[in-house]
């Protein structure tokens, strides 16, 4: 089984339509979270670090259950640009390595 | 542009062959990550240094690869006798800790590597 899981996709949604992406982390002993974008054949670049209570950063919403070991993003009034690979990635305090997803593709369509 | 760099970014090698490749992290950053990535996947993380210390190592990194960061700035990745399934994106990343935040780590363009 993989540290962290997601649903490869892809999600094929209109241009201003809310989309949400799941995440699940199997170590317990995983205390930080983040997700990155990464774009076709670029590097990853970071989106949001993910905190306990939640975070949001305009458009951007990011939560953390860590009873569930469950992580989300939820996008709203999405933009052709968001179209993009999204990572979701952990990291435990014992250690600084990121632990990747394979990633979720989403598609923004006219 | 302060950003993390790598060089080359692009390197066609043949089965056998040598190969080192360089990062330089974005100014006073002293964590250093090396990472590599094949189509389809996410990175997955090979070494990591602080300042000029390799404190950490995956077991993906097989004899054949050596990294250093002899000064505590840029760091080189080495891989020996390459094979095909060294073919990968190898991608840098530098962090430095900040208080009451996570360790947030910003990475480079990537040095693809194409094993022949």
């Known amino acids: 089984r993989k540290e962290v899981e997601q649903d490869p996709g892809p999600f094929n949604v209109p241009e201003g339509a809310t989309v949400a992406f799941n995440c699940t982390y199997s170590n317990s002993a995983s205390q930080s979270f983040f997700w990155y974008r990464q774009d076709c054949r670029k590097e990853p670049k970071l989106l949001m670090s993910?905190?306990?209570s939640g975070n949001e950063d305009g458009r951007f919403t990011a939560q953390l259950n860590r009873a569930s070991q469950y992580i989300s993003l939820l996008i709203r009034d999405s933009k052709l640009s968001d179209s993009a690979t999204y990572l979701c990635?952990?990291?435990?305090?014992?250690?600084?390595?990121?632990?990747f997803g394979s990633g979720t593709r989403l598609l923004v369509r006219p | 542009d302060t950003g993390v760099s790598q060089d080359p970014r692009h390197k066609i090698t043949k089965r056998g062959q040598n190969v080192t490749f360089r990062c330089d992290p974005i100014?006073?950053?002293?964590?250093l990550y090396w990472y590599r990535q094949t189509l389809g996947q996410g990175p997955e993380f090979l070494t990591y240094f602080q300042n000029e210390a390799q404190l950490e190592k995956s077991r993906l990194l097989s004899d054949r690869f050596s990294a250093e960061r002899p000064k505590g700035s840029f760091s080189t990745l080495e891989i020996q006798r390459t094979e095909q399934g060294d073919s990968a994106m190898y991608l840098c990343?530098?962090?430095?800790?900040?208080?009451?935040?996570?360790?947030?780590?910003?990475f480079g363009p990537g040095t693809r590597l194409t094993v022949t």
């Open positions: 100014s006073e950053h002293n964590r």
């Open positions: 993910v905190y306990s």
């Open positions: 990635v952990g990291q435990m305090d014992s250690s600084y390595k990121l632990i």
């Open positions: 990343a530098s962090s430095t800790p900040t208080s009451g935040r996570q360790d947030e780590q910003y």
